[in-house]
């Protein structure tokens, strides 16, 4: 099976424990475009906001593909889970034939892409966004800028870095705001 990892946050500069399962460089845009926003504060990334898919306040983002050199898809769906540190039912999976992921819209979109770039299957990682449910609120553009300046110290450091290291391809709203945010461009500077 010709089977591909999709990415677009940090698995692109730290592929970590997925080395050597994989071949090849990451195809920079070779992926399908998917919705996603940083709507998810991370414990692995010291409570910083991450990138996830999310419809509801995302923006429709290239995303990056590189080759397992797995021949089961099931293999690549343990590669992928162990790197996020995830359970297996959070890491999306498909086929040509048929997919599983929470969002039927991001499952369809991987299915064509699939049969279009002429790979076997596809996986990707499949987090919710969890703003609402770790801070009692809805996301927004404003409340994930008003939560990044709640961070100190190492958490604020990671949670700059992440978003700073994301491919400039993850263009979501919250990081097209602090492109312009002077406090925010100000921690480069730092």
Same mark, same amino acid.
């Not at 999306?92 to 991001?106: F, M, N």
């Not at 921690?187 to 730092?190: E, G, P, Q, W």
């Given at each position: ?21 994989? /071949? =090849?460089?990451w195809? !920079?845009?070779?992926?399908?475009? *998917? ?12 409570? =910083?906001?991450? $990138?996830? *898919? ?5 923006? /429709?983002?290239? @995303?990056?593909?590189?080759r &397992?050199? #797995? ?14 540190? /995830? ?22 979109? $991987? !299915?064509?892409?699939? #049969?279009m ?7 990707w990682?499949?987090?919710e ?15 994930? !800028?008003?939560?990044? #300046? ?10 700059? #870095? ?5 491919? &400039?391809?993850? !263009? ?7 492109? @312009? ?5 100000a921690?480069?500077? /730092?």
């Open positions: 099976m010709k089977i591909a990892i999709l990415g677009w946050g940090s698995l692109i500069w730290d592929i970590e424990n997925l080395e050597p399962h994989v /071949a =090849g460089d195809h !920079m845009r070779g992926g399908p475009e *998917l919705p996603m926003e940083f709507s998810r504060i991370s414990p692995k990334r010291k409570m =910083g906001l991450v $990138v996830c *898919l999310d419809p509801q306040h995302g923006a /429709a983002c290239p @995303t990056h593909a590189i &397992s050199t #797995r021949a089961r898809l099931t293999d690549a769906v343990s590669d992928l889970a162990r790197r996020e540190r /995830a359970p297996e039912d959070l890491i999306g999976r498909c086929t040509q034939d048929g997919a599983h992921g929470r969002l039927p819209e991001v499952n369809e979109a $991987v !299915m064509a892409w699939c #049969r770039s002429g790979h076997d299957g596809a996986v990682t499949d987090l966004p969890n703003f609402l449910l770790s801070r009692g609120v809805p996301f927004s553009v404003k409340r994930g !800028m008003d939560y990044l #300046r709640t961070l100190e110290g190492e958490s604020l450091a990671e949670a700059h #870095r992440y978003i700073e290291e994301a491919p &400039s391809t993850t !263009m979501t709203p919250l990081r097209r705001a602090l492109t @312009t945010d002077p406090w925010w461009q921690l480069r500077a /730092a």
